[in-house]
T-cell receptor, first 112, second 112 residues
Framework: GDSVTQMEGPVTLSEEAFLTINCTYTATGYPSLFWYVQYPGEGLQLLLKATKADDKGSNKGFEATYRKETTSFHLEKGSVQVSDSAVYFC???????????FGKGTHLIIQP | DAGITQSPRHKVTETGTPVTLRCHQTENHRYMYWYRQDPGHGLRLIHYSYGVKDTDKGEVSDGYSVSRSKTEDFLLTLESATSSQTSVYFCATLGLTAYGYTFGSGTRLTVV
C-alpha cells in the first residue's frame, strides 16, 4: 500500500536558519503530494501541494518540489521564524478519493 | 474554507460506553473522512464516505462505525469505548474539484 516517511524530530532551529524537512513516499501510479501544518490545539491546514512530477508547491516562504525519480517531496524554507513552530505533515493522495496517507509528522521548534 | 464543525470538542467517557462524534459541514462536499491522530502515528484513516449512505472502511476501522444520512453530517460511533481509542479525532472533507482536504478542529476523546 501507499506510505509516507518523514523525519519525526523534534527539529530545533534558531530563527532565520534554513529549514529542510525530508519526505519520501511509496505509491502506485502518480499520487498528488501535500504538506500540512498543525499549530498547537488546532486542526491541519494545507500548506502547499503538487500534483505531478517536477511541480513546485510554494506558500508563505515554504517550497517543495515533486521529485518522481527520488520519490521525494522535501519541505524547505530559507529563513524560519518563531511563528513557524508547529507540526508538519507530509501526505499523499492516490488516484481515488479514499483519503490521504500521512507521514508521522515532524515537530518543528524555532528558538528566538 | 469548508466550514467544518466537530462536536463535542472534548469528551471524557468510561470504558464500555457508547460514544458518538459529529462532523457537520456547510459546503455540500461529497466526500467526508474520519481520522485519528496519535503520537508516533500521524493521522490514520478510520472510515470515509463518498455520498449519503455510502461509506467504506479505512486503515483502522475496527471498533468504529459511521453513518451519513445527510450530505452535511458524518457521525463516528464507538460502540463500546476502550482505552486504546483515546485519541484526537479529525473530520475532513474533499470538494469535487479540490486537490486538498479541509480539516475540522478536532475532538479530543479520553476513555478512562
Amino acid at each position: 500500500g501507499d506510505s509516507v516517511t518523514q523525519m519525526e524530530g523534534p527539529v530545533t532551529l534558531s530563527e532565520e536558519a534554513f529549514l529542510t524537512i525530508n519526505c519520501t513516499y511509496t505509491a502506485t501510479g502518480y499520487p498528488s503530494l501535500f504538506w500540512y501544518v498543525q499549530y498547537p490545539g488546532e486542526g491541519l491546514q494545507l500548506l502547499l501541494k503538487a500534483t505531478k512530477a517536477d511541480d513546485k508547491g510554494s506558500n508563505k516562504g515554504f517550497e517543495a518540489t515533486y521529485r518522481k525519480e527520488t520519490t521525494s517531496f522535501h519541505l524547505e524554507k530559507g529563513s524560519v521564524q518563531v511563528s513557524d513552530s508547529a507540526v508538519y505533515f507530509c501526505a499523499l493522495r492516490g488516484g481515488g478519493a479514499d483519503g490521504l496517507t500521512f507521514g508521522k509528522g515532524t515537530h518543528l521548534i524555532i528558538q528566538p | 474554507d469548508a466550514g467544518i464543525t466537530q462536536s463535542p470538542r472534548h469528551k471524557v467517557t468510561e470504558t464500555g460506553t457508547p460514544v458518538t462524534l459529529r462532523c457537520h459541514q456547510t459546503e455540500n462536499h461529497r466526500y467526508m473522512y474520519w481520522y485519528r491522530q496519535d503520537p508516533g502515528h500521524g493521522l490514520r484513516l478510520i472510515h470515509y464516505s463518498y455520498g449519503v449512505k455510502d461509506t467504506d472502511k479505512g486503515e483502522v476501522s475496527d471498533g468504529y462505525s459511521v453513518s451519513r444520512s445527510k450530505t452535511e453530517d458524518f457521525l463516528l460511533t464507538l460502540e463500546s469505548a476502550t482505552s486504546s481509542q483515546t485519541s484526537v479525532y479529525f473530520c475532513a472533507t474533499l470538494g469535487l474539484t479540490a486537490y486538498g482536504y479541509t480539516f475540522g478542529s478536532g475532538t479530543r476523546l479520553t476513555v478512562v
